[in-house]
């Protein structure tokens, strides 16, 4: 009897141990955030700036070279089935369109806003964000960037021009392009310039911790003017100056990522 009470003791416990894992196995529960799409035309015309404004999230750029006009779609997350509460708000200036993401009066029931711009690369871009991530296809129009935080990745060869606090910076052009540099500053966010050997690009890099590249071309070429650090191998070349608070700078060229 003492056998068959052991048993079944251990069979018991067994049982409970496959139970508790197969809970632990289970994939968090997916919420109860419902989604809704708004869309919009964006007029893009050649040498204005289409500025875009979204503090309720991601921005990502797409390149649809050959358009004649872009297009824009915000993927607004809510608590409410029925009712949306955001929209896209277009207005106009002297310099170029500006589409904007607004809460609804409803805003209690906004989550998240994603939002998606198609653009053919004839026009600037300028961005206006808070805690999202910006990303884009390569493109060779100018960018400009000013946000909280988040991660940012610029794969233009137009010239940049970013502030951000937090996160994470990485300047990566198209390769079968000359970049034409700019200036990227943020408090504590790294900076990555990731780009190809044979680029002609000058660099002047203020920071509080560390610079580092693995190109022998560039530090041969360093030199300190007060607090920056310059890599100018090629006269007459454009420069990117990058800055920051604290932190670090890798300049990527023989790819040692």
Excluded at 57 to 68: F, H, K, Q
Excluded at 91 to 98: A, F, L, Q, R
Excluded at 187 to 193: I, N, T
Aim: glycine letters at 8%; charged letters at 20%; one cysteine or more.
């Amino acid at each position: 009897m003492r056998n068959i009470a052991w048993r079944s003791l251990c069979l018991g416990l067994a049982a409970l141990g496959t139970f508790t894992t197969s809970l632990q196995a289970q994939p968090e529960p997916a919420g109860f955030a419902e989604i809704h799409q708004v869309d919009s035309p964006v007029e893009s015309r050649r040498g204005e700036i289409v500025r875009i404004v979204n503090r309720y999230g991601n921005i990502r750029i797409r390149a649809i070279p050959n358009a004649a006009e872009g297009s824009m779609r915000a993927t607004i997350q809510s608590t409410s089935k029925d009712v949306v509460p955001a929209s896209i708000q277009a207005s106009e200036t002297v310099d170029g369109p500006i589409y904007q993401v607004v809460p609804a009066k409803s805003a209690d029931a906004l989550i998240r806003v994603d939002v998606v711009v198609a653009l053919p690369d004839k026009a600037g871009i300028e961005v206006e964000m808070a805690d999202g991530d910006f990303t884009m296809h390569p493109a060779s129009y100018p960018v400009r960037i000013r946000a909280d935080s988040g991660l940012i990745n610029l794969r233009t060869s137009g010239k940049v021009d970013v502030e951000v606090l937090a996160g994470h910076v990485i300047y990566n052009p198209p390769r079968d392009q000359s970049p034409t540099g700019g200036r990227i500053q943020t408090s504590g966010a790294p900076v990555d310039a990731l780009l190809a050997r044979d680029v002609e690009l000058n660099f002047r890099v203020t920071s509080g911790v560390a610079v580092t590249t693995d190109s022998l071309a560039l530090l041969q070429a360093r030199t300190r003017v007060g607090r920056a650090v310059m890599f100018a191998p090629h006269a007459d070349a454009p420069q990117l100056e990058i800055l920051t608070d604290h932190g670090p700078v890798r300049l990527v060229l023989e790819g040692l990522r």
